[in-house]
Nanobody, 127 residues
């Protein structure tokens, strides 16, 4: 498994922005670019949900309908990082956000296909 560490969470007012980053490390024998990467979130009392995903080279990005047009996922394979820029934040975006790595080829939106998960970072959006 690859080790993932998220950063960048915090408290922000509605309409504000945050940028979450995730750094990957670990001796897996696989390069970072061999993983598709995703961001998921889980709000209190709710199930974990897909937020955004990106393919191996960063050419294709996928978003949940609830964040489309507001969030942008990107990756830097030279630095082993993946980020999500979150703009126009809403109180309903409040959740713990998780970075995850996917070695496979299945639906990038399905959390079950991910092999490694970070510890999560809290994002709180006040109204």
């Amino acid at each position: 498994q690859v080790e993932l560490v998220e950063s960048g969470g915090g408290l922000v007012q509605a309409g504000g922005s945050l940028r979450l980053s995730c750094a990957a490390s670990g001796r897996t024998g696989r390069t970072f670019s061999s993983y598709r990467m995703g961001w998921f979130r889980q709000a209190p009392g709710k199930e974990r949900e897909f937020v955004a995903g990106i393919n191996w080279g960063g050419e294709y990005a996928y978003y949940a309908e609830s964040v489309k047009g507001r969030f942008t996922i990107s990756r830097d394979n030279t630095k082993n990082t993946v980020s999500v820029q979150m703009n126009s934040l809403k109180p309903e975006d409040t959740a713990v956000y998780y970075c995850a790595a996917n070695r496979g080829y299945g639906d990038i939106r399905n959390g079950r296909g991910y092999d490694s998960w970070g510890q999560g970072t809290q994002v709180t959006v006040s109204s």
